[in-house]
């Protein structure tokens, strides 16, 4: 199993423009997570879906992110416009029971200038 | 709600054990995690424990549990220095639409001298 695949692995980009980060998790997982690491914050849960859907979106810091899970193999986490405040690492992760904790993602590294 | 608190740093030389400690606050936590974090790399699962065992050994890493204190600890015998990361404690609360949440604590950076 490839693991739970992010991309991109970097991402520069100037304050204003739409950033889309990708994530395919482990097949055969039904909830998966998408969270934001920096080091002021540590990391911060933003939404989860569990079987494609969105089960807890509080986390998301405003509306200019949004996040979609069209199907169990992938799912994206949008950001418009984005901001130089939004530069972070932005991990996904999966799992498939409570008990078998999370499979993380390599990271995101988002720059925004 | 759900808090993890951890100390930040924890520095220690190459062959000599560490312990890293966690705090957490919700009584109802049924498995408690700990992750480790290499530079440049996403969160590893290294190990977890139920809420009703106070042991578990795998290898070099022993972890306790004392529910009655809510405290956990993380003990790396012979430490290496590739076990230099940020080692990160979690807990999964027992509630129904968020059992599959982790709290995070904020990661304890294990650096090992040699």
């Known amino acids: 199993d490839a693991g739970v695949i992010q991309s991109p692995r970097h991402e520069v980009t100037e304050m204003g423009q739409e950033v889309t980060l990708r994530c395919k998790p482990i097949?055969?997982?039904?909830?998966l997570f998408w969270y934001r690491q920096t080091m002021m914050r540590g990391l911060e849960l933003l939404i989860y879906?569990?079987?494609?859907?969105?089960?807890?979106d509080s986390g998301m810091p405003e509306d200019r992110f949004s996040a979609k899970m069209p199907n169990a193999s992938f799912s994206t986490l949008k950001i418009q416009p984005s901001e130089p405040r939004d530069s972070a690492v932005y991990f996904c992760?999966?799992?498939?029971?409570?008990?078998?904790?999370?499979?993380f993602g390599s990271g995101t590294r988002l720059t925004v200038v | 709600g759900e808090d993890v608190e951890q100390s930040l740093f924890l520095s220690v030389r190459e062959g000599d054990s560490s312990v890293i400690n966690c705090t957490y606050t919700?009584?109802?936590?049924?498995?408690l995690y700990w992750y480790k974090q290499e530079p440049g790399a996403g969160l590893q699962l290294l190990t977890y424990?139920?809420?009703?065992?106070d042991m578990k050994q795998d290898q070099r890493l022993t972890v306790l549990l004392n529910k009655k204190d809510k405290h956990l600890s993380l003990r790396i015998a012979d430490t290496q220095t590739g076990d230099s990361a940020i080692y990160f404690c979690?807990?999964?609360?027992?509630?129904?639409?968020?059992?599959?949440?982790?709290?995070f604590g904020k990661g304890t950076k294990l650096s090992v001298i040699p």
């Open positions: 919700d009584s109802s936590s049924t498995y």
């Open positions: 424990i139920f809420s009703n065992m």
């Open positions: 879906f569990n079987n494609n859907v969105p089960i807890d």
């Open positions: 097949s055969g997982h039904n909830s």
């Open positions: 979690a807990e999964s609360p027992n509630s129904g639409a968020g059992s599959y949440q982790l709290t």
């Open positions: 992760a999966s799992t498939q029971s409570r008990g078998g904790g999370y499979t």
